[in-house]
């Protein structure tokens, strides 16, 4: 058992690895199309005899890359990254959704654990710390950069 990669059409790869699952070929165990590769797909199967049956069937899949993928090699795309990865104290955000929406705030503190950001909002003449999700807001400055 070992998992390949599969070419794709660029912005398929999401329908190529549901038609890959859809068409339940007992040799073909998960199919993994992740945001961050793209034109590819990683597929788990007994080998790529079963999955070269079921592509001749997939519009949009274009080839096996040859060889075999090892697990250590996919597993950083099944763990989700955090949405607070990338942010420090004191960098400048915007809040792109909420009651705030559209408002610049500056990095007070940063919960990995429960992925949140107090920031504190810089129109506000009274300094209020606020508590958002880290997909709440985007990154406009940083200090380390």
């Known amino acids: ?22 068409r339940e070929e007992p040799e073909i165990h998960a199919a993994l199309a992740p945001d961050s590769l793209t034109s590819y797909v990683m597929v788990e199967a007994e080998g790529n005899s079963a999955l070269n049956r079921v592509l001749e069937d997939i519009p949009h899949a274009r080839t096996i890359v040859p060889g075999e993928s090892d697990i250590s090699e996919v597993e950083h795309f099944l763990s989700p990254k955090p949405d607070v990865e990338g942010i420090a104290e004191g960098d400048i955000v915007e809040l792109i959704a909420g009651p705030f ?12 654990g429960k992925d949140q950001v107090t920031v504190e909002l810089y129109e506000a003449t009274v300094p209020i710390p606020v508590t958002v999700r880290g997909d709440q807001i985007r990154v406009l400055d940083s200090d380390e950069r």
């Not at 599969?6 to 999401?14: D, F, I, L, N, Y």
């Not at 929406?101 to 990995?112: L, M, N, S, W």
């Open 1 to 22: 058992m070992g998992i390949f990669a599969v070419k794709t059409t660029a912005s398929q790869e999401r329908t190529v690895a549901d038609m890959i699952i859809n």
């Open 101 to 112: 929406k559209g408002e610049k705030a500056q990095v007070q503190r940063i919960d990995e």
